[in-house]
């Protein structure tokens, strides 16, 4: 089955203590992305990867990293996480198909830093 | 700089009534839009897309939308509403004319929608 998997779907932590929350696809795209989803701000990009070794920031990258060894792998970075990153992440995958291809979704990972 | 307005929070409906959730864009060049779903804890869904043709464009579970390029609106529709139809709806754009940067949607706030007995 054709699927983004993110991990952990749920994770309680406190400030400073490093995290990561990986993806993965299985559909062999080369596009992938982070994206945090906010009560009334809706989805907001992190950080985007057009390719392996290919990464780039999107509109709110502070407080993040990603890296991009493998094609099927996405993960998000959190170095000393603070409350304010607490939030619901998106990873996303899709081909570059000239820009017209829709985004696969993960399930999401709900983060709480205390 | 690319942006999407979803200018109501909510929209409630009853079953079986016609359902319309708004979506406005704001694009330098040729709009590229999309309307995705999501479901209680769950991830966002493809639902449809517009890219170019024909302004009406149909997609999963009945769903539609009209392009309007005048009032750069992108309004999602369904002729009648189910209760399973309740959800998050969130429209997005893309700007077609720009190369580079990925395949970056822009998302409006998101529209939850309810739909009732």
């Known amino acids: 089955e054709a699927q983004v998997t993110q991990n952990p779907r749920y994770l309680i932590t406190v400030t400073g203590k490093k995290l990561t929350v990986t993806c993965s696809q299985n559909?062999?795209?080369?596009?992938m992305s982070w994206y945090r989803q906010d009560p009334g701000l809706g989805l907001r990009q992190i950080y985007y990867?057009?390719?392996?070794?290919?990464?780039d920031k999107g509109d709110v990258p502070e407080g993040y990293k990603v890296s991009r060894k493998e094609k099927r792998n996405f993960p998000l970075i959190l170095e000393s996480p603070s409350p304010n990153q607490t939030s619901l992440y998106f990873c996303?995958?899709?081909?570059?198909?000239?820009?017209?291809?829709?985004?696969?979704f993960g399930e999401g990972s709900r983060l709480t830093v205390l | 700089a690319q942006s999407v307005a979803q200018p109501e929070d909510q929209v409630n409906v009853a079953e079986g009534n016609p359902l319309t959730v708004k979506c406005t864009y704001s694009?330098?060049?040729?709009?590229?839009l999309f309307w995705y779903v999501q479901y209680p804890n769950r991830g966002l869904q493809f639902l449809l897309k517009?890219?170019?043709?024909?302004?009406l464009v149909k997609g999963s579970y009945g769903f539609e939308a009209e392009f309007n390029k005048s009032q750069t609106s992108f309004h999602l529709k369904k002729p009648s509403a189910l209760v399973s139809d309740s959800a998050l709806y969130f429209c997005?754009?893309?700007?077609?004319?720009?190369?580079?940067?990925?395949?970056?949607?822009?998302f409006g706030t998101g529209t939850q929608l309810k739909v009732e007995l």
């Open positions: 996303a995958s899709s081909f570059r198909q000239g820009n017209t291809g829709e985004l696969f």
């Open positions: 559909m062999n795209h080369e596009y």
């Open positions: 990867s057009m390719n392996v070794e290919v990464t």
């Open positions: 694009v330098s060049g040729n709009p590229y």
């Open positions: 517009y890219i170019t043709g024909d302004n």
């Open positions: 997005a754009v893309r700007d077609g004319g720009v190369t580079g940067g990925g395949n970056k949607l822009t």
